[in-house]
C-alpha cells in the first residue's frame, strides 16, 4: 500500500502544525505549576475533550470498529461502567483533590500515610503507565506503517520526536489545547468513514441488512450466571468491572488526575470529568458502527489480525486527501496519548521522587528546568519501548493488551484510597503491604490465565475490583494485628468544599 502525495502533505501539515502551536502555547510559563497544571485555569470543557483524547490513544481508532466487526457491539457495556465509576469518582475523590494545592494525585496519600506511601503509589503509577503505552505507541505503529509503508521503528520515531518539541515547550497548557485539536481530528475521521461507508453501500438499511441476521448489533449481553465473570462481554463485567476500573484510570491515575487537578474548581473538574463519561459513550459508538459497516462492506472477509481491518479500508477505498487526514487522525490519537504520558509521568518523577529528595520543592523554576530533562528520558524510554514492543500476538486486539497491563496495578492503586477512607487505624506500613500484595497476586493470577496454568476464571476488567479489595483488607489487617495506630488522619473526601472557590 502507499499513500498519495495529497495524503503526504496532509500529514506532514498536521505534524507541523500541532508542533508549531503546541510549542507557541508554552512561551509564558514561569515555574512548575504552569507547566505540569497549566497554572490551574484550563477551561472544564478543554480539560474534558482532553480527558476523552488521552484514554483514546490509537486503540480507540483501530481495535474498536475490529472488534465489532468480529464480534457486535458489546463494548458499549463498558462505556455504561465507565461513566458511572467517573460519577462516584466525581463524588467520592475529587473533593480531596481539590482541598490545598496539591501536584499529584499520590501528594493526597502522603498526608494520610506518610511520604513513603506516596513514592511507592508513584513509582508503580510510573512503571505502569511507561509499559502501557509502549504497547500504545506500538500499537499506532502498525495501522501507519501499513499505510505509509514506513518500518515500524520510523514510525515511532517520527511522531515520538514530533510529539516531545511541544510536550517540552508547552506543558500540560500545550497537551490540553493540543488534544482538543487532535480529538476534532480523529472524530472527523471517524464520521467521514461512517459517511463514506454508508454511500458504498447505498445507505443504512444495506449495513443493516447484513448484520442485522448475525445479531452484531446486539449490546448487551446478560447470560453467563457465575460463569460470566471470565467473560468480557457480560454485562455486569462491563457495568461493575468497567466502573472499578474507570475508578482506577480516572481517580488515581495522575495520567488523567493531572488534567482535574488543572481545572480552576472542584466543580468544572466534575463537570469535566462526567462530561468525557457521556463522551466516551457517543464515541464508542460511532467506531463500533464504523465496524458494523466495515462488516457489511467486506461481507465479512477473514484479516490477518483485526486491527488490519479498518487501516486496509482507509488506503483502499478513501479518496486522496481524505486518507491522510484520516491517517492524521491516527497519528493525533497516538500523539495526544503520548503528550499525556510524557508531561504526567515528568509531572510525577519531579514531585513525588525528585523534590522531596532534592528539598528543592519551593523552587517553581528550578522545578520546570527539571520537569523539562524527565520530560525527555520518558519519551526516549517510551519511545524505546514502542519500538521493543512487537510481541502482540496475531488476531488479539491490542486494546485487550493495553487493558491487562493496566489492571495489575490499577486495583493496588485504588485500594489505597479507599483504605485511606474506610481505615483510621492504617498506617504507612500497611498501605504498602496492601497494594504490594495486591499487585503480586493479581499479576500472579493473569499469568495463571494467560499461560493456562490455569483455567480462565475471572476476566482482567475485573482486576481493578479485586484489587481493591485485596488491598484494603490486607491493610485493614496488617493494622489490626500490630494493633496500628500510624494513621495521621483519615482522609476527608466528602465534606468540606472547594478552597479555590471561595
Request: hydrophobic residues 55%; proline residues 3%; charged residues 10%.
Amino acid at each position: 500500500m502507499s499513500i498519495t502525495a495529497l495524503d503526504a502533505a496532509v500529514i506532514v501539515a498536521y505534524l507541523l502544525g500541532v508542533t508549531a502551536f503546541g510549542t507557541w502555547l508554552g512561551r509564558s510559563q514561569k515555574g512548575a505549576q504552569d507547566y505540569f497544571l497549566g497554572g490551574r485555569a484550563i477551561a472544564w470543557w478543554a480539560v474534558c475533550f482532553s480527558v476523552v483524547a488521552t484514554e483514546t490513544s490509537a486503540l480507540t481508532f483501530i481495535s474498536v470498529p475490529g472488534t465489532a466487526y468480529v464480534s457486535d457491539l458489546w463494548m458499549l457495556q463498558l462505556t455504561l461502567g465507565y461513566l458511572v465509576g467517573r460519577i462516584a469518582i466525581a463524588a467520592v475523590l475529587l473533593p480531596g483533590y481539590f482541598r490545598g494545592e496539591l501536584e499529584t494525585a499520590y501528594a493526597v496519600l502522603e498526608g494520610r500515610f506518610g511520604l513513603g506511601a506516596r513514592r511507592f503509589a508513584s513509582i508503580i503509577f510510573l512503571v505502569t503507565r511507561a509499559f502501557a503505552d509502549s504497547v500504545r505507541v506500538f500499537a499506532a505503529a502498525i495501522p501507519i506503517s501499513l499505510l505509509t509503508g514506513l518500518p515500524y521503528w520510523q514510525s515511532i520515531v517520527i511522531t515520538g520526536i514530533f510529539t516531545l518539541v511541544y510536550t517540552y515547550y508547552g506543558g500540560l497548557r500545550a497537551v490540553v489545547w493540543v488534544d482538543v485539536i487532535q480529538m476534532g481530528i480523529y472524530l472527523f475521521g471517524g464520521i467521514a468513514a461512517l459517511a463514506v461507508l454508508l454511500g458504498r453501500l447505498g445507505g443504512w438499511e444495506a449495513i443493516a441488512a447484513a448484520v442485522e441476521p448475525l445479531d452484531k448489533f446486539r449490546i448487551f449481553h446478560f447470560e453467563g450466571g457465575w460463569g460470566g465473570f471470565a467473560s468480557a462481554q457480560w454485562f455486569w463485567t462491563g457495568l461493575v468491572g468497567g466502573a472499578f476500573l474507570s475508578m482506577a484510570s480516572h481517580g488515581v491515575d495522575h495520567l488523567i488526575v493531572q488534567r482535574l487537578l488543572a481545572a480552576p474548581s472542584l466543580a468544572d473538574a466534575r463537570r469535566a470529568l462526567v462530561g468525557s463519561g457521556i463522551l466516551v459513550i457517543g464515541q464508542f459508538a460511532l467506531f463500533l458502527l464504523v465496524g458494523a459497516g466495515l462488516y457489511a462492506f467486506y461481507q465479512g472477509r477473514a484479516f490477518d489480525t483485526p486491527d488490519a481491518i479498518f487501516p486496509t479500508f482507509i488506503i483502499e477505498q478513501l479518496p486522496p486527501g481524505l486518507s491522510g487526514l484520516i491517517i492524521a487522525g491516527i497519528l493525533a490519537a497516538m500523539m495526544s496519548t503520548v503528550s499525556s504520558s510524557l508531561n504526567s509521568l515528568a509531572s510525577a518523577t519531579t514531585h513525588d521522587l525528585y523534590a522531596p529528595l532534592s528539598g528543592r520543592g519551593d523552587d517553581q523554576e528550578h522545578l520546570m528546568r527539571v520537569g523539562r530533562r524527565f520530560t525527555v528520558l520518558w519519551a526516549a524510554i517510551i519511545i524505546g519501548g514502542g519500538i521493543l514492543f512487537q510481541f502482540a500476538s496475531q488476531g488479539t486486539p491490542i486494546v485487550v493488551i493495553a487493558l491487562q497491563i493496566a489492571s495489575f496495578t490499577y486495583g493496588g492503586l485504588l485500594g489505597a484510597f479507599l483504605l485511606a477512607v474506610v481505615s483510621r487505624r492504617a498506617g504507612q506500613r500497611d498501605a504498602i503491604a496492601g497494594m504490594a500484595v495486591a499487585i503480586v497476586v493479581m499479576t500472579a493470577l493473569w499469568a495463571a490465565q494467560q499461560f493456562g496454568l490455569m483455567p480462565k476464571v475471572v476476566d482482567t476488567l475485573w482486576f481493578s475490583l479485586i484489587g481493591s479489595a485485596i488491598t484494603v483488607a490486607v491493610g485493614s489487617a496488617s493494622a489490626a494485628l500490630r494493633g496500628g495506630r500510624g494513621a495521621r488522619r483519615q482522609l476527608e473526601v466528602v465534606a468540606g468544599g472547594d478552597p479555590r472557590s471561595r
